[in-house]
């Protein structure tokens, strides 16, 4: 950590920081600048104390953290890439795959439908809620646990792995006998409580940013789940909340290109989310495809206009056939292998 | 809800919108403006469908939903207040209380010897997190079982009632059997499952405001508290994100008059987490008493710099004693009864 | 305008809201739904008042507006491109251009060289600020009217049009002898002195979006220079600020996406900018072009390491050619017309 | 500065960065951390480069400014106020000061009806807009020279010193005629060019904090005053641009103390324009004055219903007098001087 201390200190006001710095546990080393004096100290973030008490010493001006505190999923510690196997899929940077179904699990009807057509036009893997966190507790909440039973059988009778969302602890065993990922949603993204139950169960973890996250509050995220034992993971980027209404969510491509800096872990994107207006999707899964993320999350749905949720970012199956053959050239154009 | 048609809808485009409007189980009623053609939808839209989907006819450009989905809590269905009973408190328009206490439960010591002198200073309830959401995997997670049994002990010995925060489903019962309050924290205020299980406890429940919710938001996580059959709680605002850097959040004391506007039950405010800095939070509460809020939530710590937790916004003995005196001719300006 | 009642209202409250409605110039129709009564105003919003006023009247809980104010550059009004005119360049959407050229002219040498070989490269017109607004009034802030000359000297040589920010009304004639395409920067996009006097010249004027302008202010903002007779405008968007800090602007892709379906107007993105670091440049132009944008504005210097301004963003030359392959195939997919 | 290496840096990598850092004018200053490598940059960075350039290198992780930029306003080299006067005003920490008038100078009738009453109210500065900056170009620009010179003959007629915004440089001179006080508006804040004519002038400025700035850019734009030799800034608090809806900006209190701590100029709210609705204005002006503020500024006008701009958030004069009424004694509690 790197402490700046305000203009002009006295020999008293330094020796006082030092002090307090080699009080919890770091080496400190004082530089006078040309304008400023800073105090750095050595130490190893991840198990001293934070300095950020220091503030409340009067002669100190700022406290500046140097040390990232993620490590299992870091791609510094871990330079390669580090890819998820759900069945016989591998999720890596040499292939692109796009999840599709629908927001809810409606009936079997509706999902098998759904699954079998998004299958035959490309898809690799079935994602449907059986459980729905909702904003108003009015809304429809999910099936539950039959939703989970006809996720089964549809995967059953297709073979296409499933992404379902754990929205409680106390599910989490039921949902990890069905999916094949578990997905974290946004409002659950900093539920450290669910991220480990998820971790638990050894699924791989779809894990969304958060409605408000920082990259490095979804990068720790992640290593509550990798800490677990558990690095099965894929981050996927859902747009953020900033103060423009035209879209549900402000898209945040720059997070893909820069968190595949910061770690090897696969990273998808959710343009259906994002937006919220089903105009949208297309263009912004090309620009997905086109800034590297490894995959598309999106809502499918036999008959949108009747959706039980979602019904203005569902696609129908022709507007997701033509969807596909929509993001086909770009994803050709990075060279990946794709099943569409 | 409210259909915005396109320019120059044709009678065609009317008629089309007004069917799907009738489907979905709305009685339409469309106006010809000067410039635009507008669509309202009779009917109760907590039960009817959503229209969003019919954002995707080429003629319409916009929908705009008319009902507020929240109304166990809300002023326009309750005008009366609806205030919070804990033991022999009434948290009520009528007084105005100080929850006061370690961010983190730490030790009996720490714990009990911060209680009696909050207590002594005017507070009337004890805060302490037994369980502590950290953002990094790698920080204090609080003493858990351990640390409920301290502040029971500390209770027994101090008649404070207890506000501590839950964190996980499975700790719901652990808790409630301590806390007087259960407290809800910022990530997870959209925990839908965690807060059914909270409410469920009949426990009074303070809920903190989102890292980025809405009002609405909020509203709606505590309407999901009220389902439940528990209207015993009390809204917290504790900052919202946004650009700013200087403070770790922006507190919005904006919404806390904008809130009570909406709903009769009572409004707390957390200037320590919303600062993250000690030199603001008796400015920001006596602000926060100014806007009408019903009580404040401070941290205080016998010795912040050695606090394992939150040490840049603790308060020390003498602090807290300096900022109960701070705040104290405020309240009294509001005519409301107090402890200290 | 729509006006909302509060629950229940009485027969007096609605012919209260109803005569001060009449007064305000709009025929009132009210409907009284299964929980709402809402009053739907009839009249041109961009003639009668504002209704807002009557928020404060206490039967009323909201008023929406419903009609768009701009209307020169709109695409309900002008279904067709409008393609802007540079010289012999057509900037429309059957090319492709990328502007390219130093964040600052700071010599005629670093002018020049950069000019031929961006020329070289496929870039078919010239950026570089002769004015340039900075945070900090200790930051350079450009040569002026040097600055012009340079750029006068480096068209003259090169032939190509030249970019270049305007931030003074007082120079509004200067910039318009030497400048193709007058840009108007993030921070002056709501700065209508300048946007009105950027427009009397009768130049193309590049519209940056403002630092947190929302769509709709953007373009109400191009009105502005469209309601002087002057419809060539070229939107560009730049990035807006959020609370996230991993790059110095969050690139808002659906914006682009977004308002082409508001306006025929061509839009360009400045990934530079957005993302503050030169790691994402790329990455993102790829993305900027998949989600339908004209053109790239981007910033390339001999030496960046040594610029003046912005040198974490510059391109070097070999970088620049390195982009311009990188974005190409990204291009040729789209099947616009480019230099490159 | 501060420049933070990736993991395990080779000896050539500190020797790269080092040489780098040299060549800009900075000396360096290695630290071996136990997980990072740090070098501290010593030299005054307000006149050496800045070095996030050095970000392209492969090896360098983060760069970290250090000194501030503002000297001129900080209270740092300045710890004593700078209070501003106005005619025979003084506006410091020890008068509480309140700014009310119309949004816009409609007419002589208008102007002086309000600014009689606000007079004798207790008000010490009048307000009014002869030039208006409005989001759309078809809304009510202000009367421009008519509405300067209403102002100078209700000057004349009350003696109170006049507070009005200035747009365009081209008006500097005949605004600075009349005005005691030049405003500028949020929309402007940072318009450099503006900022540097009415520094010019001579004349107090009021600068409002822009729609998304810093408190580090709010500051540097003072600062831009300052530099042309002009110390007689007052700040003014608007609001913040946040994600939420309720209310038009988030006003940002903590803004208020956060910045009293930096520099000694007066810091005044606008709770009006904050709100954007009329009935959190007199609590939020209550909290602005709890917070630490010198002064408000707020809109009052005889008939808000039919005012040309603002209409929502409008005093009547009969609001205005229980606005005052209800500061009062939040203002007395603090000890200030104050006329009402």
Request: hydrophobic share 40%; charged share 25%.
């Amino acid at each position: 950590m790197i402490i700046v201390l305000k203009l002009n200190p006295t020999p008293e006001d330094v020796r006082t920081v030092e002090d307090h710095v080699r009080d919890l546990g770091y080496a400190p080393h004082t530089l006078n600048g040309e304008v400023r004096t800073v105090i750095a100290c050595i130490g190893d973030e991840t198990h001293h104390a934070d300095l950020h008490a220091l503030l409340n010493l009067p002669m100190v001006s700022e406290v500046i953290p140097i040390q990232k505190k993620f490590k299992l999923i870091s791609r510094e510690v871990h330079p390669d890439p580090m890819p998820v196997s759900v069945g016989d899929l591998r999720i890596s940077g040499d292939s692109f795959h796009v999840i599709a179904g629908p927001c809810a699990v409606e009936s079997m009807e509706q999902t098998l439908s759904t699954a079998r057509f998004v299958k035959q036009s490309g898809a690799t893997l079935l994602r449907g809620g059986a459980y729905k966190p909702r904003t108003s507790p009015y809304d429809f909440q999910g099936l539950g646990r039959d939703g989970l039973k006809i996720l089964a059988d549809v995967k059953a009778e297709t073979g296409l792995p499933v992404v379902t969302e754990l929205v409680s602890e106390r599910d989490a065993e039921a949902v990890a006998e069905v999916a094949d990922v578990i997905q974290i949603g946004a409002r659950n993204a900093l539920n450290y409580a669910l991220l480990t139950e998820a971790a638990q169960t050894g699924r791989p973890v779809l894990l969304k940013r958060g409605l408000s996250s920082t990259l490095q509050e979804w990068l720790l995220a992640a290593e509550y789940i990798a800490k677990q034992g558990n690095p099965n993971i894929i981050l996927c980027e859902r747009g953020i909340r900033t103060y423009e209404t035209a879209t549900r969510n402000t898209l945040d491509l720059s997070a893909v290109a820069a968190v595949k800096r910061e770690t090897g872990l696969p990273v998808f994107v959710d343009p259906s989310h994002a937006a919220g207006r089903l105009d949208l999707v297309l263009p912004l899964a090309r620009a997905a495809v086109a800034v590297g993320a490894d995959g598309l999350l999106v809502e499918v749905h036999p008959d949108p206009e009747h959706a039980l949720s979602d019904q203005a970012q569902q696609m129908t199956f022709d507007v997701f056939r033509e969807f596909v053959d929509g993001i086909k050239p770009y994803v050709q154009l990075t060279g990946r292998d794709h099943a569409f």
